[in-house]
Structure formats: C-alpha cells, structure tokens
C-alpha cells in the first residue's frame, strides 16, 4: 500500500495557500475549525523545509497557558493514583445552561487537584522556556508547536513569528519561567 501524501508538501495546495494569504493580506491563515483563544492559536504559514516549500500547520500559545496545563497533567495523574476510581471530571449542564453540582467523590477529586497545583505552584517545580517543536510525522504538511513569553497570541505576535521564523532570524528566550494563578508577574 503505497504512502498517503501530504498535501502541505503539495505544489497545487500550496499554490492555494499563497492565493489565500493574499486575499487576507497576511502571511499566515487561522484555522477555522480550531477554537482560537487570546492565549492560544491554530494556524497555517508558508516556509521552507530543507529547501523546499511546505505549509506549517502551527500553534502558538503563552508559556502561561504551557505552565497551567504542564501543573493540571501533573495533578491529574497524582490524582489517579491517591483515588483508585479516578475518571476526569465531566461538568454537566441543566436545562438552564448552569452547570450541576458535582457529586461527592468529583468534588474530592477536584479539591485534591487544586490543591496539588497550589502545592506545585508554591515549591516553584514547574518551568517552561520559549521553544518551537516540530512534528515531521503531520498528516498536513510540518506541524509546529511554540510556545512564547508574552500575555497573549495577538495576530502581530504571529505576523512576526512567522516572518522571524522564514527569515532564519527567530531569537528564542531560554529563561524558565514559573507562574502563579493568582499572581499576574511571572517570576524566573
């Protein structure tokens, strides 16, 4: 069975994407199907892969929202192990749109989980530094995953990425960072 070819290596696809961003007057398009939000964005770019063009399939998020999800994987998986019947808490909405109470054992469960990101956010364990991954293995082109210091994804941040990012002039920040949830100052 012959390889599945990826589109974003893909002359004619490509040649699409060009057309696109020309039409929006941006070097990159949002991908419409991903839920953006001010601290985290889906979208694709034109670059160069080994001197050939391809369309990264990128997301760009702040190291806070890094820091805040690399604490809630962490007291997850503590909290798998302390309750035998762990499952994820699933919020439920009444007729109203109001979410229901939780029963007893998913109000433990969440009260133990904010309590070990408290105690993970006071001894400090937890820091992430500005990075770009990438994923050769995309079904869409080269996936990128960066993670950036700054308060949110605006369309400039990412206008600037991506023209850093194709220029070979992209400056990474390797200072770890710590965040507090009740504290907006981000300390190293």
């Given at each position: 069975m012959p390889a599945k070819l990826n589109k974003g290596f893909d002359p004619a696809t490509i040649l699409e994407y060009k057309n696109r961003l020309k039409t929006v007057g941006r070097n990159f398009l949002f991908d419409d199907d991903d839920e953006q939000t001010d601290?985290?964005?889906?979208?694709?770019?034109?670059?160069?892969?080994?001197?050939?063009?391809v369309i990264y399939d990128a997301v760009m998020y702040t190291?806070?929202?890094?820091?805040?999800?690399?604490?809630?994987?962490?007291?997850?998986?503590?909290?798998?192990?302390?309750?035998?019947?762990?499952?994820?808490?699933?919020?439920?909405?009444?007729?109203?749109g109001n979410l229901e109470?939780?029963?007893?054992e998913e109000?433990?469960?969440?009260?133990?989980?904010?309590?070990?990101?408290?105690?993970l956010e006071e001894e400090g364990h937890i820091k992430v530094s500005?990075?770009?991954?990438?994923?050769?293995?995309?079904?869409?082109?080269?996936?990128?995953?960066?993670?950036?210091?700054i308060e949110s994804v605006t369309?400039?941040?990412i206008e600037k990425f991506v023209k850093d990012f194709n220029d070979d002039k992209l400056k990474?920040?390797?200072?770890?960072?710590?965040?507090?949830?009740?504290?907006?100052?981000?300390?190293?």
């Amino acid at each position: 069975m012959p390889a599945k070819l990826n589109k974003g290596f893909d002359p004619a696809t490509i040649l699409e994407y060009k057309n696109r961003l020309k039409t929006v007057g941006r070097n990159f398009l949002f991908d419409d199907d991903d839920e953006q939000t001010d601290e985290y964005v889906h979208f694709y770019f034109i670059g160069k892969y080994e001197g050939k063009e391809v369309i990264y399939d990128a997301v760009m998020y702040t190291l806070r929202l890094q820091h805040e999800s690399e604490l809630f994987e962490i007291a997850e998986h503590r909290a798998a192990q302390h309750f035998p019947q762990y499952k994820k808490i699933t919020y439920e909405e009444d007729d109203n749109g109001n979410l229901e109470a939780l029963n007893n054992e998913e109000e433990e469960i969440g009260l133990f989980i904010a309590e070990v990101i408290m105690e993970l956010e006071e001894e400090g364990h937890i820091k992430v530094s500005e990075h770009v991954d990438y994923d050769l293995h995309a079904d869409f082109g080269i996936g990128l995953d960066v993670g950036l210091h700054i308060e949110s994804v605006t369309p400039k941040d990412i206008e600037k990425f991506v023209k850093d990012f194709n220029d070979d002039k992209l400056k990474l920040d390797t200072t770890l960072y710590s965040f507090q949830t009740q504290d907006e100052q981000a300390s190293s």
